[in-house]
């Protein structure tokens, strides 16, 4: 199902309408590709443990589903990683 679809089963007109838990949802959707899926939702699971909050995670996939651009969620936990945590230990999304 594409945003537009799942906007109008959601009974809202934008994903800025869309309250957290239906934008999570909407990647528990069966033809969501995989690594999204799995990103999302570890990625709102995890986000207090360390690093990004689940508000800025939350921001970054309301962008992604707005604009249809990938997105990269992805946990660093090497103190050495070079990354855009600034060498810590942190969810990072990219864009």
Do not use: H
Request: with cysteine; proline share 3%; aromatic share 10%.
């Amino acid at each position: 199902m594409n945003i537009q679809e799942y906007l109008k089963q959601c009974s809202v007109k934008s994903v800025d309408e869309l309250t957290d838990d239906q934008v999570v949802n909407y990647y528990k959707e069966p033809d969501i590709y995989l690594g999204q899926k799995c990103a999302v939702l570890s990625a709102v699971r995890d986000c207090d443990y360390k690093g990004v909050s689940k508000k800025q995670i939350m921001a970054s996939i309301r962008k992604a589903l707005k604009t249809g651009q990938d997105f990269k969620l992805y946990y660093v936990d090497n103190e050495s990683a070079n990354g855009p945590v600034n060498n810590k230990t942190g969810w990072v999304v990219e864009p």
